[in-house]
């Protein structure tokens, strides 16, 4: 049962990321981000003119920052091209302005490659010096092959505000998923009415941004089922559990066997000495 609900998280869990990564294939690229960025904490406004400048691949600076634990953080990495030497680095100045601003968390010998997907990386905690209420901006550098098939490299940032552990409700949506590259199809195909008519629509399908947000919902919604259907496993286990002791052998009810048999001993005694008597007085009868 257990392998059954682990098996079902998976599965989710792929399925949602392949929802959101439908838009991130070549063919039709997401126009909001570079060939990879935050997805969790979300980062600074992203512009195409602007991605390969230092630090943080914007002109923007730190608007809205997202609370961040102190403790056990993570973040979560979205990739719509391939991407590698991806480093992730930190500032804690409230506005960095370079590189050199910036401490790597996770060097790129960690992270050499990641195909276009999801990815989730821990994040060690920051120094005791640094408390609750405290700023930081968190830094992607990676290079890839996006625009014109010359390798480049791209920055993203995301802005947060360190909260204490206990006070961090916030589910971080963090999982691991790749998209397969599709087998090429061995001889083309007429498309059927229904594709014709989505070709006559829009197309536009849904923003990253909904999507991803559909995908964390269904991730959530799998969860709570799968917990649910754990507690209903493991009650159902206990009453099996009870029933079985209940029509084992070893289930003796020890204080009404026990008195049981007292009295059928005193039964048995007392009818083997009235017994006793009466053949003594039937011999001095005779006598």
Known sequence: MLRILKTLAVVAAVLCSRGVLAQHGSDDEVEDMGPAAFMWPPDREWLSYHDNVAPCGTSSGPTNRTDFPLTGGQVALVQQDESFGIQIAISYQDDPQS????????????????????QCVNIADPPSDVGAGSNATLQIRYTSEFDNGVNETYYACADITYVSARDFTYRIP???????????????????????????????????????????????????????LFFLYRRDQREKRLAEHRLSNRNVKWDEDVAAASASRSRTSGGTADSGVSVQLQDLGRR
Request: include cysteine.
């Open 99 to 118: 590189n050199d601003d910036f401490e790597v968390l996770v060097s790129a010998d960690r992270i050499r490659e990641l195909d276009p997907g999801h």
């Open 174 to 228: 963090c999982f691991n998923a790749t998209e397969e590259e599709p087998e090429p199809s061995p001889t083309p195909s007429s498309p059927t009415p229904a594709e014709n008519e989505d070709t006559d629509g829009s197309g536009g399908g849904l923003p990253g941004g909904a999507v991803a947000g559909i995908a964390i919902g269904a991730v959530a919604a799998v969860s709570l089922v799968a917990v649910v």
